[in-house]
């Protein structure tokens, strides 16, 4: 009988390892189990279709079950919804939602891409069906039909990072008056508070009510109640963060780390034999900080799919990890962040100095040149780059990509300084923004 | 008697340097002759003045000779042409074009940043009043007096390089018939054939009439003698290339080397001692071929000024290279490059792997996603990435400046795949181009 590969989750992650797998073992069977309704697509599209940017939802599916099983032979099975694991007897337990019956299959390797789901906090009217978390399609279609039945145009945001701000535009586009309700004092918690302020302003500017160091309450129906008030909604859109889901790999006794997710190595190994894991129910190695993470990205989902694919099908790979890249664009405003921001430089254990300078994003004569705002963090003494942060107009979070490259290479203010990045007026003030934050900071080391 | 500095060339590298200099040494008297009419600009602006996109050559002014004076007590002395060095007696002798007549004046610290001029290829003809180099704000305000006075509606454009392209997308701006003439095979001879063609086309399709293997014969009124029939011409533009203006330093003794370009040492000292040389008139060391170039470009000038000026004030610093990296914009085009082409990587002595992909510059189903074409060229065995190229349009040069930053940092084709680079659908599709690239690449190293 063949070999079995089974896999949890035919997302990002899944999809990945599982291609891979196939591309190097033409004998395997592979069999995987999605609980949704969707396979192999881009989460990082959602806003964009809530706010009309991108037609539908299905734009966002890299991969139908039917070309994963036609072209790769994957045996995708949709709303099949793995509910234990037994890793003794190598066999999971699936619960069909299609058919209403459950199921055992057994396995030779497994590979849990699990996910991740959006957190709700435990507070009355958390399950109220205006209130909507956005991490999966399936959750994402909800949020649309309910958007577009209840014609929503008060739509309050709980959560001001990424996914927070992102749906905050999307329903500017959409035309509704929104709030923002963020618990902490500042937006972007991955960004310093001097950095955090700009991004505030340019999201306000854009036309967003922001309110920091409000506490949400309870939600009813027409309104969210907070430390504030209340704020009237006809929908509640949930941006403060996602749960790994892993409480089924942790009863399998499968070992957990930080926050939850599912410790790896750096082949995407678990700490049971036979099982894998990959994407945003695992950790990420940072190779800035030298910690393990919960760091859940697209990016870093495919990345590790792939790897796990490679291993698991007796080959080779490593990840090597991350440094912490992210960028997002919020209305005409860009953001981008990489390597380790101050906050997380003094947790790392690094003393640092940083700065900001303010410059455009092409020559300042040149029609379309926008602001830039560029921090850079370095070590004190050795000036190595430990991370950089961008806010500005078109043109300007690319640029962490250098940096990202830059961290990457361990290389100080110094050698960033050197670099021979091209000039021309329509792309860059003569000396670049990032260049000039590193010989300012250069003064500092 | 204050020590003094004389500087030639009161452009970018020169007044980099002075600026430098006056820093370190508030003593010091700093003399600076420009045989033009203008100082400290930028002359890459100068396409788009005469395309309309910027209003006027004074804008592309950083420094005027006012502020220099005032503010940096930098002696500037404008039409004042230096026409030889004595650099036994540590004197040079001065054309005065304002009050005709000559001077002489010692110097205990020299810097030579004469720049270069647009090579004149020896013709018939080649001195008619509508034949224009393009390197100065002087050329280029003859140029645009001459184009608006005989309201120029057919333009020729010798020579298929930066200049060359950037001038020809002027003219169609103006709304000339553009014609564009290139000795060689192909357009832009710093990017491999492979990728020349994708620029062609799309030169092409924005309106200029390119003819590549065509040799001019002779300039004549009205017209363009070639060997492929003459070409109407009320304003021919030359953009063959630069020559460094350095027949008076040679005439002193100061070694030169490529290009008849001044041999520098990383601190930008010639082979006479208290001689300094930076700019368009220098060589550059390139990192990766690791052979001494002459690159006339505004950035390396500004660069290789400030380390002459830190050094020539008793301070410390070295010009570490450049690895070649150049982006233009023509039309609605981006083209970039960085490290060494095919022919360049042979050239080193490097046995080369090479690719060219297709992709898109931001997820293929958000709206604005425009195709980019990369090219990535890599050390056989290693896999040390030796150069990179690019085409395409809006978002794809500037990708160029990850590749020179994983070129100066050494790294192989796997760290580069390995890069935890920013995604997000407005900014790439989930694999960068650069990433696909290199992922196909591995297959062949």
Redesign the interface.
């Known amino acids: 009988m063949a070999e079995r590969l089974i896999v949890i989750g035919a997302d990002a992650a899944g999809m990945s390892a599982a291609s891979q797998a196939r591309r190097r073992r033409p004998d395997l069977d592979i069999v995987a189990f999605e609980k949704g309704n969707w396979t192999s697509y ?1 989460a ?2 959602i806003p ?1 279709v809530v706010g009309g ?2 037609d539908s939802l299905e ?2 599916v890299a991969r139908t079950p039917q070309e994963l099983r036609n072209k790769q032979r994957i045996d995708v099975r949709l709303r099949h919804e793995v509910v234990s694991i037994d890793p003794v007897a190598a066999r999971v337990t699936v619960r069909d939602h299609v058919h209403h019956r459950e199921l055992q299959l057994g396995y030779d390797q497994l590979l849990i891409a699990s996910g991740a789901r959006p957190t709700r906090p435990d507070l009355p009217g958390i399950d109220g069906e205006s209130v909507h978390g956005v991490q999966t399609l399936d959750d994402a279609a909800n949020l649309l039909g309910q958007a577009r039945q209840s014609r929503s145009s008060r739509v309050v945001v709980v959560g001001g990072g990424y996914i927070g701000l992102e749906m905050a535009e999307a329903f500017l586009r959409w035309g509704a008056d929104v709030h923002l309700v963020e618990g902490s004092d500042q937006l972007m918690s991955t960004f310093d508070p001097d950095m955090a302020a700009p991004i505030r302003a340019a999201v306000e500017r854009h036309g967003v009510v922001v309110r920091t160091g409000v506490q949400v309450q309870a939600f009813e129906p027409g309104r969210v109640l907070t430390s504030d008030g209340p704020l009237e909604a006809d929908l509640v859109v949930l941006g403060i963060g996602v749960t790994p889901n892993t409480e089924m790999a942790s009863a399998a006794g499968i070992e957990l780390g930080h926050r939850g997710a599912i410790k790896v190595d750096r082949r995407q190994r678990t700490s049971r034999q036979g099982v894998w894991a990959a994407g945003d129910c695992a950790l990420s190695f940072h ?1 800035v900080s030298e910690r393990w993470q919960h760091i859940a ?3 870093v989902a ?1 990345r590790q799919g792939r790897v796990a694919g490679i291993n698991l099908a007796s080959g080779y790979a490593t990840f ?10 919020i209305c005409a405003t860009e953001v ?1 962040r ?1 390597g380790l921001n101050e906050t997380e430089a003094t947790t790392a254990g690094f003393e640092h100095v940083s700065t900001v300078v303010e410059s455009t994003t092409r ?1 300042g ?3 379309g040149s926008r602001p830039i705002t560029v921090k850079l963090v370095a070590e004190r003494g050795s000036g190595r780059v430990l991370g950089g942060q961008i806010v500005g107009e078109e ?1 300007a ?6 940096l ?3 961290i ?2 361990g ?1 100080d203010l110094e ?1 960033l300084v ?11 003030p ?3 923004p990032v260049v000039v934050a590193a010989r300012v900071l250069l003064k500092q080391v």
């Open positions: 881009s990082c599209g964009y940017e991108v734009d966002l190779r990205l697209g990016t495919n090597p990890g991350v440094v912490g890249t992210a960028v997002s664009k981008g990489t020559a004569y040149f029609p043109g979070a690319n640029r962490v990509d250098v990202a490259a830059v990457t290479a290389m050698a050197d670099l021979d990045l091209g000039y021309a007026p329509p792309f860059s003569l000396w670049d």
